[in-house]
């Protein structure tokens, strides 16, 4: 996530999963941040809840950058309460033209009862068509784990938690320290 030629390591990884089935959508992300080869922390909360709790946000990449993010999504929420989809427009209509903004290395998942939405800073803003998304190092094997498992019974917590054992499994910047969140859809 860093400047390739500054000769410091990248921070690496996260896998972050959402999975909307039934009358829940979940966000689960992993606790592990990474330094070059290095876990410099276990437990890290890559997973939160915005807007009184109406709106779960989970970042992958530069933590720092993703804070940046989730007080700017804050403020587009309050400015469009009740329009995720709209509030997460302008961010990435801010993120691509904002100087300040464009420097950042992260990518959100961002839910609520209706939408799940992947921003990123090269201005997209992604729905997933089967309900499931996933960002990060591990987030291809989550997702993939989360597809699968999709037409079983299991419900979307379950999903989600399998698919982060089975990316925790593979990706070496993922760990088993989950933080699941999750909002009834009704």
Known sequence: MSDKNSGFPDWHGTTIVSVRKGNTVVVAGDGQVSLGPTVIKHGAKKVRRLAGGSVIAGFAGATADAFTLFERLETKLEQYPDQLMRACVELAKDWRTDRYLRKLEAMLIVVDARDSLVLTGTGDVLS???????????????????????????????????AMEIAEKICVYTNDQVTLESIETK
């Open 128 to 162: 997933p068509d089967e309900g499931v998304v996933a960002i990060g190092s591990g987030g291809n094997y989550a997702l993939s784990a989360a597809l699968a498992l999709l037409d079983t019974d299991k419900n979307a917590e379950d999903i989600a938690r399998k």
